[in-house]
């Protein structure tokens, strides 16, 4: 159990279009969702934490207006990166933490979407 | 938060136990050691976790020093499929806390 999916694992959109990267929780509940963005050598960063029903917070140093994270189900949550330019190429993962559970390791991260602005 | 040393990479022997080191000398009562490795291009995975006692699972082992300033994730029996970054991450268990990723180290697994 405890599968996360991402849609999609690979997407190509040009310059100042929006794309949205679905989260999906498969076999368990997700309150709580996180966005990581990742570039090549680099760590992960975090982006911002969304919990169902709820507005996202965002990270210092994040647009939220450029980044929108929508959490509207307990098992999906949506990342949209608006108006997009080469720069946010990234890999953008996010992880879901078991609903009612509250240990930090009870988070299990989806594979990835590679995301490439041209 | 405490912050933890790791070193950038390490080679290890396929067959051989890979002992990965991580340094966390402010850690406080309360922090627990975790640990996550990320193969190329997909998300992490979750490997193993600690207070201040050793443990062990499927994957891997994990040595707490007794003053808790320092940690060593070991895999006993390395093999190609262990290549990876291996972080190791400090943090409280209370609910806001969220998992911040360092540099990690890079393992590379020989035949």
């Known amino acids: 159990g405890a599968v996360v999916s991402q849609h999609p694992s690979r997407v190509i959109c040009k310059s100042g279009t929006s794309v949205k990267i679905e989260c999906r929780s498969l076999d368990f509940q997700a309150t709580t969702m996180f966005w990581y963005r990742q570039f090549p050598k680099k760590s992960l960063m975090l982006m911002a934490t969304s919990n169902e029903g709820s507005k996202a917070t965002y990270e210092q140093g994040v647009e939220k207006d450029k980044f929108l994270i929508n959490h509207a189900s307990l098992t999906l949550s949506t990342l949209t990166v608006t108006s997009a330019h080469p720069e946010d190429s990234s890999f953008y993962i996010c992880?879901?933490?078991?609903?009612?559970?509250?240990?930090?390791?009870?988070?299990?991260f989806g594979p990835g979407t590679r995301l490439t602005v041209t | 938060d405490a912050k933890t040393t790791q070193p950038p990479s390490m080679d290890c022997a396929e067959g051989r136990a890979a002992n990965l080191p991580c340094n966390h000398s402010?850690?406080?009562?309360?922090?627990?050691v975790y640990w996550y490795r990320q193969i190329h291009s997909q998300g992490p995975q979750y490997i193993i976790h600690g207070l201040k006692n050793n443990e062990t699972n499927e994957m891997a082992s994990l040595i707490i020093t007794e003053d808790r300033k320092s940690s060593t994730l070991i895999l006993p029996h390395a093999t190609l499929r262990d290549t990876a970054v291996y972080y190791c991450i400090v943090r409280g268990r209370e609910y806001g806390n969220k998992l911040v990723f360092g540099a990690g180290t890079i393992l590379r697994v020989k035949s």
């Open positions: 992880s879901a933490r078991r609903a009612g559970r509250t240990s930090l390791w009870e988070q299990y």
């Open positions: 402010t850690i406080s009562g309360n922090e627990y």
